[in-house]
């Protein structure tokens, strides 16, 4: 099985920027896409980005458009969430996926997760 590990979360102030890391041990597939999803308290978790096995195809939330990207490194087997311009609204529990379809990532419908990495923006 595949176990994903999500790291770099953290307090971070309003205007800041962080970045977020999930990297991939154990066996993995050769090809599968990736995402990302928080939970903040007392809210379901939601949708924050997806991005293809090749990395040519990216959705987002359209509350972090603009202000977050997310992209992957093929030799590290990581993902990334880059986190610029982050807002008291973005506190969560963010949890990095993995999928063997596009789709199914975007839609929660995954067939691995990590164990969640707290971001805390201030004011």
């Known amino acids: 099985q595949v176990q994903l590990v999500e790291s770099g979360g953290g307090l971070v102030q309003a205007g800041g920027s962080l970045r977020l890391s999930c990297s991939a041990s154990g066996r993995t597939f050769s090809r599968y896409a990736m995402g990302w999803f928080r939970q903040a308290p007392g809210k379901e978790r939601e949708f924050v980005a997806a991005i293809s096995w090749g990395g040519g195809r990216t959705d987002y939330h359209d509350s972090v458009k603009g202000r977050f990207t997310i992209s992957r490194d093929f030799g590290k087997n990581t993902v990334y969430l880059q986190i610029v311009s982050p807002e008291p609204e973005d506190t969560a529990v963010y949890y990095c996926?993995?999928?063997?379809?596009?789709?199914?990532?975007?839609?929660?419908?995954?067939?691995?997760w990590g164990q969640g990495t707290q971001v805390t923006v201030s004011s």
């Open positions: 996926a993995a999928a063997n379809e596009y789709d199914s990532v975007r839609y929660a419908a995954c067939d691995y």
